[in-house]
């Protein structure tokens, strides 16, 4: 069973940047496209971004384009987030998800197969 690893969360500053890892262990990443989710207290979960199994396609939410970039390492088996320009409103606990997948593409969307523990992103001065 695909296991998923999420760190670099912690507490940053509005305007400040962190950068969010998810690495898989025991299995290949190379047939997974992978989605980030956030939850906030209160609120239900969303769709922050996704990409595909090769790196070539990625999708964002209308909330975070422009902030936050999503790529991948399948050689070291990892996905990042790099989110920049944060927000009170980021704040959340975030969790990465593994989809496989035949073909190309990702979508934000229910049906992922695998997810990790979250780590906890505090946006606060």
């Known amino acids: 069973q695909l296991q998923l690893v999420e760190s670099g969360g912690g507490l940053v500053q509005p305007g400040g940047s962190l950068r969010l890892s998810c690495a898989a262990s025991?299995?290949?990443?190379?047939?997974?496209?992978i989605g980030w989710f956030r939850q906030a207290p209160g609120k239900e979960r969303e769709g922050v971004s996704c990409?595909?199994?090769?790196?070539?396609?990625?999708n964002y939410a209308d909330s975070v384009k422009g902030r936050f970039t999503i790529s991948r390492d399948n050689a070291k088996k990892t996905v990042y987030l790099q989110m920049n320009s944060l927000k009170p409103e980021d704040t959340a606990v975030y969790y990465c998800?593994?989809?496989?997948?035949?073909?190309?593409?990702?979508?934000?969307?229910?049906?992922?197969?695998?997810w990790g523990q979250g780590t906890q992103v505090t946006v606060s001065s």
């Open positions: 998800a593994a989809e496989r997948r035949l073909f190309g593409g990702c979508v934000l969307a229910d049906g992922y197969d695998y």
């Open positions: 025991r299995f290949t990443l190379d047939y997974y496209a």
């Open positions: 990409i595909s199994r090769s790196g070539d396609s990625t």
